[in-house]
């Protein structure tokens, strides 16, 4: 808590901050431990590591879908595990997510499954015309705006869920291994377009298990083993 | 802001029923099922109605008066025991009557006529049936008779005698049925609707399971509850209105089919005149359950999975 104060005073507040966080599940013991990590606006982060490292639990607990068991997770300065209900909705509104399954809601279209992010959102109908056209053109999507997921590529799948995730104008995109299901030319698709996202402001957070990727980036990484933290370089490079 | 989120949950419900054609489908004849289950019941219970009606009918008291029994003594009987709240109705019989009626049921017996005729003059005293509105109520109705023909106002001397006795033990052991029997009704159909909205609810949950990676997309993209679970609710108003009104199709076609039987077999309960007759309450029962069935599984399904 001294050390958020401490950043907070020099005006200088990063975005997320892990602070001392442990997460203990009872049937599998500690999935993370002692994990301190600050994330400043606008970065790029890599997250990398073996199965089981803790990467998924840390966006797990980002996103308020878990709640540590020591340590405080901050979002700009809230403790987002003291939000009540209606309150994470709102936070994660203000989050984009993006998943190695697309997560992408079956029975809507492309069109509609960005829509819907709007809508919860509370954006008028006005909007969401004029907006989501626009985002589908921006991941290259625009010729099919009405077509279901099972009639989409897996690239194009996850295309969709990045404007979906982008459409609210997010503060932090959070992407779980997004390219684990695709092949190179897809994956090179979807790492670009984060990396857009990134350069127009929006901080982004990302585990992989993609060596290549990570290396072409060449931005922050951070390495985790057996749920801790080993490496946490500024310009890193996949080394497992 | 309120009416759009209105509008668009009833959209997207309307949408995710159509579009989830097969897995709307099997919701749909779960309910119908149900619902047949529900309307099954209510003819039953009118049929059940009907005949111990029926039996209801055979069940009276009767006064039978002296030959002597000046005819404005036995009506002023007939007055004070339609004063009675438990009494429905009395019927009085003058002598002419009750003997008519003697000769119509011994038509075929040429000895009794005979000696009738013998005899040269009336020996039938006239009768007055008394029906009560429960069959529980004849006991009372037999205590005030018992006491007017023993007080002193004149009508011990008319009453000749009262059968009630003589039917205590049928009219106790018809009482016990319809007591019994109600209950067993009551308790069948408690259990069969019971069962019936069990296998509602668990089709609905099976329904909304299939969904659940759905509910959890949109947790994660930070759609409100009722955002959530307004859809599947609005999907299960259409799954149950849906039901409903092929249910009462079947019902009413059900209940053309098994008229003529059943007007033959329940003491003239025509159920396809019953259907008409009763539709705007059958319809309400029907379409009011099912409603609510769709409701309140849809609810308590998502629930289950909104916990993230």
Redesign the interface.
């Given at each position: 808590m001294e050390q958020i104060k401490t950043v907070i005073e020099k005006g200088h507040s990063p975005m997320i901050f892990f602070d001392k966080v442990s997460k203990q599940y009872p049937s599998s013991g500690f999935v993370l431990r002692d994990i301190n990590m600050k994330v400043d606006p606008e970065e790029f982060v890599s997250i990398v590591g073996h199965s089981g490292a803790g990467k998924t639990t840390m966006l797990k607990l980002l996103?308020a879908?878990e709640i540590p068991t020591e340590g405080i997770v901050f979002v700009e300065d809230t403790n987002i595990h003291l939000l009540n209900?209606?309150e994470?909705?709102?936070?994660?509104?203000r989050i984009g997510?993006v998943f190695q399954d697309f997560?992408?809601?079956?029975?809507k279209t492309a069109y509609e499954n960005i829509a819907?992010?709007m809508?919860?959102?509370?954006r008028?109908?006005g909007e969401i015309a004029s907006d989501v056209p626009h985002v589908l053109e921006l991941v290259d999507l625009k010729e099919k705006l009405h077509n279901f997921p099972h009639e989409l590529s897996g690239g194009e799948k996850q295309r969709v869920a990045i404007a979906?995730a982008i459409i609210n104008q997010p503060d932090i995109i959070i992407a779980d291994e997004p390219t684990g299901n695709l092949d190179p030319v897809a994956t090179n698709d979807v790492v670009n377009i984060l990396q857009k996202i990134n350069n127009l402001g929006t901080t982004v957070i990302m585990t992989t298990h993609n060596k290549s990727i990570v290396d072409a980036l060449g931005r922050r990484v951070v390495t985790m083993e057996m749920g801790k933290i080993i490496r946490d370089e500024p310009a890193g490079r996949y080394n497992l | 802001m309120f009416w759009t989120n209105v509008n668009r949950i009833c959209k997207s419900g309307f949408i995710n029923f159509w579009r989830n054609g097969f897995v709307s489908l099997s919701s749909v004849l779960v309910m119908i099922i149900t619902m047949l289950v529900v309307g099954l019941m209510i003819f039953g219970s009118a049929v059940f109605s009907s005949s111990l009606e029926q039996l209801k009918q055979k069940v009276d008291i009767n006064v039978y008066f002296v030959t002597s029994a000046p005819e404005e003594g036995v009506l002023a009987l007939k007055k004070d025991i339609e004063a009675l709240v438990e009494v429905k109705s009395v019927e009085y019989l003058s002598r002419e009557q009750v003997l008519e009626e003697f000769k119509d049921r011994h038509q075929n017996d040429q000895l009794t006529i005979q000696a009738l005729e013998e005899l040269g003059e009336n020996p039938l005293g006239a009768t007055l049936n008394i029906r009560a509105k429960e069959t529980s109520q004849y006991e009372s109705i037999a205590k005030f008779l018992e006491s007017k023909s023993s007080d002193t106002t004149g009508y011990a001397s008319l009453i000749s005698k009262v059968n009630y006795y003589d039917n205590k033990t049928s009219i106790d052991a018809l009482n016990k049925i319809i007591i019994s029997s109600t209950r067993a009704g009551t308790l069948i159909v408690s259990i069969f609707i019971v069962i019936s909205i069990l296998i509602t609810f668990v089709m609905i949950q099976l329904v909304i399971y299939t969904a659940r990676d759905e509910i959890s997309v949109m947790r994660l993209v930070g759609a409100s509850l009722m955002y959530i679970r307004g859809p599947f609710m609005v999907t299960g108003v259409m799954s149950g209105i849906v039901a409903a009104i092929i249910a009462l199709i079947i019902l009413y076609g059900l209940a053309w089919w098994l008229a003529p039987s059943s007007s033959i077999f329940f003491g003239g309960l025509n159920l396809a005149s019953y259907f008409v007759n009763n539709f705007a309450e059958i319809f309400g029962i029907i379409m009011g359950s099912s409603i609510v069935l769709g409701i309140l599984g849809s609810y308590l399904a998502v629930r289950r999975y909104l916990t993230i």
């Open positions: 996103l879908e209900k209606g994470i909705n709102d936070f994660r509104r997510t997560r992408l809601l079956p029975n819907f992010a809508e919860v959102a509370g008028s109908d979906r | -």
